[in-house]
């Protein structure tokens, strides 16, 4: 059994900070990339950013220079910093991750159950 758990979300003002946390536990082996999307009310899940296990990071274009993602394979976890927010990054965050579970060859991939960024104008 393996679960992704995010905490971090909340409501906050334009202009302002929020970190999100996801920590990746169970039978695990082995995680590659981890990322960050999300889906705001009518539209598509979209990613917001993933990193490799060795650090590459990927950036949508709407939060590049804002957005920070940052891991620690020790702790198999994912941290967003998200800077200068705007009304626009509303919506349901959600923690990705491709994971071989501990005595398979096989690697999937995990969804948290999502966490709530309201950012107000």
């Known amino acids: 059994q393996v679960q992704l758990v995010e905490s971090g979300g909340g409501l906050v003002q334009a202009g302002g900070s929020l970190r999100l946390s996801c920590v990746a536990s169970g039978n695990i082996f082995s995680i590659a990339i981890m990322g960050w999307y999300r889906q705001a009310p009518g539209k598509q899940r979209e990613l917001v950013a993933d990193?490799?296990?060795?650090?590459?990071?990927n950036y949508a274009d709407s939060v590049k220079g804002r957005f920070t993602i940052s891991r620690d394979n020790a702790k198999n976890a994912v941290y967003l910093q998200m800077n200068a927010l705007k009304p626009e990054d509303t919506a349901a965050y959600y923690c990705?991750?491709?994971?071989?579970?501990?005595?398979?060859?096989?690697?999937?991939?995990?969804w948290g159950q999502g966490t709530q960024v309201t950012v107000s104008s």
């Open positions: 990193i490799t296990s060795g650090g590459s990071s």
């Open positions: 990705n991750a491709d994971i071989m579970r501990s005595y398979t060859s096989v690697w999937l991939k995990y």
